[in-house]
């Protein structure tokens, strides 16, 4: 079962916090400002949200600190946006076993305009789903949305804690798991692909993990 914190997406910090109040096209849930934060800069945030109707919680430090989970970066303000196309990796395969998809999923990619990047290009081909691990990747925060544009709020992204377990499963439904790499395998642009492929694309100075390297069926590369 989805859990209610999946619908979210949590940004923190006084200046990203500000930047996504100003996208009318961000459906932003509530912010959160802790009591002794004073700044100008909050009465920008405040008077944002009072311009487009959203609710501000005033609260302990502590308590914003959870809501975001970074409390040496939030500056005391964070902020919840509906994400609708997020899903849980494992339940989006159950849910759709029967279908022919296109994913992609990241494996140790850490920088976040990359990742951003990424996104906004995979969504714009019209790939079905982008798994996106919480171990040894970044995660979806105001760098990412910026590189991508605010694509991803638009993106099927699909969360898990590890890749393999997800691996697995796409697997066991069918799916063949290709690996992207520099210069190892098949040319991307004259391979046929499966009905149900699932594409992997590695750290940036790395590659693809061991752990991944040993679930994937075919390399490909993508000539420069």
């Known amino acids: 079962?989805?859990?209610?914190?999946?619908?979210?997406?949590?940004?923190?910090?006084?200046?990203?916090?500000?930047?996504?109040?100003?996208?009318?096209?961000?459906?932003?849930?509530?912010?959160?400002?802790?009591?002794?934060?004073?700044?100008d800069i909050i009465k920008n945030i405040i008077a944002a949200c009072e311009r487009r109707g959203i609710e501000v919680l005033r609260m302990e430090a502590d308590q914003v600190s959870r809501m975001s989970k970074h409390p040496k970066q939030d500056q005391g303000v964070a902020a919840d946006i509906h994400?609708?196309?997020?899903?849980?990796?494992?339940?989006?395969?159950?849910q759709n076993?029967?279908?022919?998809?296109?994913?992609?999923?990241?494996?140790?990619?850490?920088?976040?305009a990359n990742v951003g990047m990424i996104i906004r290009s995979c969504t714009a081909l019209g790939i079905d789903g982008i798994i996106l691990p919480r171990k040894g990747s970044t995660k979806l925060n105001s760098f990412v949305i910026k590189a991508s544009?605010?694509?991803?709020?638009?993106?099927?992204i699909?969360?898990?804690?590890?890749?393999?377990?997800?691996?697995?499963?796409?697997?066991?439904?069918?799916?063949?798991?290709?690996?992207?790499?520099?210069?190892?395998?098949?040319?991307?642009?004259?391979?046929?692909?499966?009905?149900?492929?699932?594409?992997?694309?590695?750290?940036?100075?790395?590659?693809?993990?061991p752990q991944t390297e040993a679930l994937t069926d075919k390399h490909l590369f993508i000539p420069m």
């Open 97 to 112: 076993k029967g279908k022919n998809l296109q994913l992609i999923a990241l494996d140790g990619i850490t920088t976040p």
């Open 1 to 39: 079962m989805k859990h209610p914190r999946d619908q979210f997406l949590t940004i923190y910090g006084r200046k990203p916090v500000l930047e996504i109040l100003e996208n009318e096209s961000l459906n932003i849930a509530k912010v959160f400002i802790a009591r002794k934060a004073k700044a």
């Open 158 to 209: 699909l969360k898990c804690e590890r890749l393999t377990p997800v691996l697995k499963k796409a697997k066991e439904i069918g799916f063949d798991v290709y690996g992207l790499s520099g210069e190892q395998g098949e040319n991307i642009y004259t391979e046929s692909f499966a009905a149900k492929s699932l594409f992997i694309m590695g750290n940036e100075t790395e590659g693809v993990s």
């Open 149 to 156: 544009a605010g694509v991803v709020f638009k993106s099927r």
């Open 83 to 94: 994400t609708p196309h997020m899903d849980d990796a494992l339940q989006f395969l159950e």
